[in-house]
């Protein structure tokens, strides 16, 4: 069952406080902080004039609407409304009575139908329409994300962020070798005076995780610190060591650096980016060289291992419906010498 709706929250208080300030036993990271604010998403029912995920977007009416050309005519992959069939049967069999062996309550046919939309490869809907519309995946206010100010073009106060509903598409920056192509547009809200009411829909998605579920979002705004290997050696080397002190010290129990006190997990804008499923790949600007910045990061999940330190709080755990990768994270990265110059995705 679908959860109601709830405005933004002014900068909520949601996540645990960190089990130590790192700053303590490393002064010198202090200078290497940065803010960033997690998004909290939570299904709902946004409007156009506010900030979301997987909401309407704000949408002039005499702009054309952007497309993938890669991917159009006879394109096979599943219905949207079938998607959302198969996310409403699940929430509604999760509110039923519990089975004496504490499974979910299915009949044989529901069983069927959700094994068949899980089952890897299923694609049962072809597209015959021309060039597939671009999916609505975020919009974000910098009146409600204090974080997105840093990376904003003058004159403008509003980001939408659209994505190809498909996997594989030739390298032009705007996607990574692992995972879809995606469009980010800057506007000036006010200048929106006729906004589109339909907003156009891909006939089929390759995958039922790429079509995410509209979500109001609760932004809060915490501190990043840089993923270990950005670091100098030897202050790196030094957390290394203060780790593993800490490990013989405390067990299980231990506070680790990469998990609980540098990088947010989830949906946020701003921070630093992890690499822990690769070695660091630092990413440069296409057009000028200048190293560039993370603006957005879209995760499969809002707490990370291995003790869920981040887990938010006052929150029910809701789902935006998406999954990157191996449960992982896609990352827009921006030039900050110039915010014209094309974005670059990265999957981790």
């Not at 409007?47 to 702009?63: D, I, K, M, Q, T």
């Not at 080397?237 to 680790?256: C, K, Q, S, T, Y």
């Not at 499969?300 to 291992?305: G, I």
Request: proline share 11%; with cysteine.
């Amino acid at each position: 069952m679908r959860r109601p709706a709830r405005t933004v929250d002014a900068m909520a208080h949601l996540t645990p406080y960190r089990p130590l300030d790192i700053t303590v036993p490393f002064p010198e990271l202090a200078s290497w902080a940065r803010t960033a604010t997690r998004l909290h998403p939570q299904p709902g029912a946004p409007a156009a004039g506010e900030s979301s995920v997987g909401g309407p977007l704000l949408w002039p009416a005499g702009e054309a609407w952007p497309v993938c050309e890669e991917h159009g005519p006879g394109q096979r992959g599943i219905a949207p409304e079938r998607v959302r069939r198969h996310r409403r049967l699940l929430d509604e069999v999760r509110t039923r009575p519990r089975a004496a062996d504490g499974g979910y309550g299915y009949t044989a046919a529901e069983r069927a139908e959700i094994d068949e939309l899980t089952r890897t490869g299923h694609q049962p809907d072809r597209h015959d329409g021309g060039p597939l519309p671009l999916l609505a995946l975020a919009q974000l206010y910098v009146r409600d994300v204090p974080d997105l100010a840093l990376f904003a073009p003058p004159g403008t106060g509003l980001l939408q962020v659209l994505w190809c509903p498909f996997y594989e598409h030739r390298y032009d920056g705007t996607s990574s070798h692992f995972g879809p192509s995606t469009r980010l547009v800057w506007r000036r809200a006010g200048d929106v005076a006729d906004p589109l009411r339909v907003q156009p829909e891909p006939g089929v998605v390759e995958r039922t995780y790429y079509l995410p579920e509209p979500c109001v979002v609760h932004p809060e705004q915490v501190t990043d610190y840089p993923y270990l290997d950005y670091l100098p050696t030897g202050l790196g080397a030094r957390i290394d060591a203060w780790e593993d002190e800490l490990v013989a010290r405390m067990g299980d129990l231990a506070p680790g650096y990469q998990y609980d006190l540098s990088l947010a997990p989830g949906w946020k804008v701003g921070g630093w980016d992890s690499w822990h499923k690769t070695d660091l790949v630092r990413v440069f600007c296409d057009a000028c060289g200048t190293e560039m910045r993370v603006l957005l990061t879209i995760d499969s999940y809002e707490s990370c291992e291995p003790n869920g330190s981040w887990e938010p709080y006052t929150l029910p755990k809701g789902t935006t419906g998406i999954q990157v990768g191996r449960d992982g994270e896609y990352r827009a990265f921006v030039c900050p010498a110039d915010p014209a110059h094309p974005h670059r995705m990265s999957m981790q």
